[in-house]
């Protein structure tokens, strides 16, 4: 389970984050997550919950946004978004796409003390 090893990462820049500007505690995490990250939500925030305990993060909420993977037609140059993996262009039907977004985590804001 590579959740483990993203949210190890996650608390470590958290740590970091907090450091840098003079926080002892984290109350929030808030991450974006991409449809096709290959990050299970269920699994990440059960492994935030067993990860956090004995850190900056021991008392944090995290919150998950997850991103709908944004396509760009090489056909048409229509964009459009999907929530599920479809490569089809809602414009033109062709299945030429590039990925725009929709493949990373990104950790977007911290609420600290």
């Avoid at 991409?34 to 492994?47: F, I, N, P, R, T």
């Amino acid at each position: 389970m590579h959740e483990y090893s993203i949210v190890q990462a996650l608390i470590n820049q958290c740590e970091e984050v907090a450091k840098e500007n003079g926080a002892t505690k984290v109350n929030k995490v808030i991450c974006k997550i991409g449809v096709m990250s290959g990050v299970e939500v269920h699994l990440l925030k059960v492994a935030f919950d067993t990860f956090k305990e004995q850190s900056i993060c021991e008392e944090a909420e995290l919150v998950l946004n997850v991103q709908k993977l944004k396509l760009e037609c090489k056909e048409c140059g229509n964009l459009f978004e999907v929530d599920e993996i479809d490569y089809c262009c809602d414009k033109c039907n062709s299945t030429k796409v590039k990925i725009i977004e929709g493949e990373d985590m990104y950790l977007m804001s911290l609420e600290m003390e």
